[in-house]
């Protein structure tokens, strides 16, 4: 296997983007990174592109080759994948694209995601983000992705003593993280209180305990090591991209208050990158509704189970903390444009590592990225490395 870096990255804004179209968001993020990478586009031998659920939001399959066609490159006839994994499809797309330039079949490669959410409707588009959990026996029966997040939520503060108050501080962590970073949805700050004063999606959940439905596409280029210093003197290196997949349904999981997928994937991807938990130095986290974000600080291993909030409670976890996650401002405070989060997470840490964040810049060499699918039933856990 050979090694593979990321030699470009380029991002949308996200947010509800009335006037911008599908192919508005997804040419600016393209065109943002093989600037960045100082590419042309004909340097490109494959795409794969992370989105969850094109042919419901915009009445458009074929996105793979809809894409190449927009970005110009369907004369030169390079193979174009769409990728679909619930709200894993980016992270699993980017996956797709490490394997391809791992194993020696391509050289540069594009993994991208999108998603162009808010044209159908908030009715249509919680709708269709519950279709990620199991339709058969969960959402046929009423449980949105809110209510199987609460019910985890619940569980969790009657097991472990968590209070809403925990879950509030993620939120305003991931808000305040946003107000530095010019591409997200929500810069602004709120407070504890104000989460706390905000009406019940599924108790014990509130509004501001819930990451919004965002329009948004996200692009970063691999190549191999060879191309890589062809092209820049600062490549961040993926170590490791690791998948599992879980039951998709709540009931049938081993443990409620425990991601399997995120669990098992992690550790595969510790072990390929050759370190432990503690070697992160920066982490952004799947935050689709604040309870997930503690239990990822446990199932990725930052902390035993049960005891995640105290992270959140310690300041350990913020910005200029020990270990800070979400930088970005998370799925909560960026927006959660489905099928390009698992991208655009990518995109922050690179940025993060090549020291060019801004004013959310931390000190890291090494970060990870963790993309679930639904209510955990697909992870991907991506490890970078500055070497």
Same mark, same amino acid.
């Given at each position: 296997?050979?090694?593979?870096?990321?030699?470009?990255?380029?991002?949308?804004?996200?947010?509800?983007?009335?006037?911008?179209?599908?192919?508005?968001?997804?040419?600016?993020?393209?065109?943002?990174?093989?600037?960045?990478?100082?590419?042309?586009?004909? +340097?490109?031998?494959?795409?794969?592109?992370?989105?969850?659920?094109?042919?419901?939001? $915009?009445? /458009?399959?074929?996105?793979?080759?809809?894409?190449?066609?927009?970005?110009?490159?369907?004369?030169?006839?390079?193979?174009?994948?769409?990728?679909?994994?619930?709200?894993?499809?980016? #992270?699993?797309?980017?996956?797709?694209?490490?394997?391809?330039?791992?194993?020696?079949?391509?050289?540069?490669?594009?993994?991208?995601?999108?998603?162009?959410?808010?044209?159908?409707?908030? +009715?249509?588009?919680?709708?269709?983000?519950?279709?990620?959990?199991?339709?058969?026996?969960?959402?046929?029966? *009423?449980?949105?992705?809110?209510?199987?997040?609460?019910?985890?939520?619940? $569980?969790?503060?009657?097991?472990?003593?968590?209070?809403?108050?925990?879950?509030?501080?993620?939120?305003?962590?991931?808000?305040?993280?946003?107000?530095?970073?010019?591409?997200?949805?929500?810069?602004?700050?709120?407070?504890?209180?104000?989460?706390?004063?905000?009406?019940?999606?599924?108790?014990?959940?509130?509004?501001?305990?819930?990451?919004?439905?965002?329009?948004?596409?996200?692009?970063?280029?691999?190549?191999?090591?060879?191309?890589?210093?062809?092209?820049?003197?600062?490549?961040?290196?993926?170590?490791?991209?690791? /998948?599992?997949?879980?039951?998709?349904?709540?009931?049938?999981?081993?443990?409620?208050?425990?991601?399997?997928?995120?669990?098992?994937?992690?550790?595969?991807?510790?072990?390929?990158?050759?370190?432990?938990?503690?070697?992160?130095?920066?982490?952004?986290?799947?935050?689709?509704?604040?309870?997930?974000?503690?239990?990822?600080?446990?199932?990725?291993?930052?902390?035993?189970?049960?005891?995640?909030? +105290? $992270?959140?409670? +310690?300041?350990?976890?913020? $910005?200029? *903390?020990?270990?800070?996650?979400?930088?970005? #401002?998370?799925?909560? #405070?960026?927006?959660?444009?489905?099928?390009?989060?698992?991208?655009?997470?990518?995109?922050?840490?690179?940025? /993060?590592?090549?020291?060019?964040?801004?004013?959310? /810049?931390?000190?890291?060499?090494?970060?990870?990225?963790?993309?679930?699918?639904?209510?955990?039933?697909?992870?991907?856990?991506?490890?970078?490395?500055?070497?």
């Amino acid at each position: 296997m050979r090694k593979v870096a990321i030699i470009g990255v380029g991002c949308s804004k996200f947010g509800e983007l009335w006037d911008l179209s599908f192919r508005d968001i997804v040419i600016s993020a393209g065109i943002e990174a093989l600037e960045d990478a100082g590419l042309e586009g004909k +340097e490109i031998e494959a795409i794969y592109i992370g989105n969850m659920s094109g042919g419901r939001y $915009l009445y /458009q399959e074929h996105i793979s080759a809809l894409i190449a066609d927009y970005a110009g490159l369907a004369e030169l006839h390079i193979p174009s994948t769409r990728v679909e994994a619930g709200d894993a499809s980016g #992270g699993l797309a980017l996956r797709q694209a490490y394997m391809a330039v791992a194993s020696g079949m391509h050289d540069i490669v594009i993994a991208a995601g999108a998603e162009k959410v808010t044209d159908v409707g908030s +009715e249509i588009a919680m709708d269709i983000m519950s279709s990620s959990a199991d339709r058969e026996w969960e959402v046929f029966c *009423g449980a949105t992705l809110p209510a199987l997040y609460a019910m985890i939520a619940r $569980l969790h503060m009657e097991k472990f003593g968590t209070k809403p108050e925990d879950l509030a501080m993620v939120s305003v962590k991931n808000h305040k993280n946003a107000t530095l970073n010019p591409k997200a949805q929500f810069r602004r700050e709120i407070t504890v209180e104000d989460v706390l004063n905000s009406p019940y999606v599924a108790e014990p959940l509130r509004l501001l305990d819930c990451a919004p439905i965002s329009d948004g596409a996200a692009v970063v280029i691999l190549a191999s090591e060879e191309v890589a210093r062809k092209y820049t003197d600062t490549p961040v290196y993926i170590t490791a991209c690791c /998948q599992a997949s879980d039951y998709i349904a709540l009931h049938s999981r081993r443990d409620l208050l425990t991601m399997d997928a995120v669990v098992y994937a992690s550790r595969q991807a510790y072990k390929k990158a050759g370190i432990e938990p503690k070697d992160i130095d920066v982490v952004e986290v799947h935050d689709s509704f604040t309870i997930a974000e503690i239990l990822a600080y446990e199932d990725l291993g930052f902390v035993e189970k049960g005891k995640g909030a +105290e $992270l959140i409670r +310690e300041g350990i976890t913020s $910005l200029d *903390g020990e270990l800070p996650v979400n930088p970005s #401002g998370g799925l909560k #405070g960026c927006g959660h444009a489905v099928g390009a989060t698992g991208i655009r997470q990518a995109v922050e840490i690179v940025l /993060q590592l090549r020291g060019d964040a801004g004013k959310r /810049q931390v000190d890291a060499e090494r970060g990870l990225a963790l993309n679930i699918g639904g209510t955990g039933a697909t992870a991907v856990v991506t490890i970078f490395e500055r070497l």
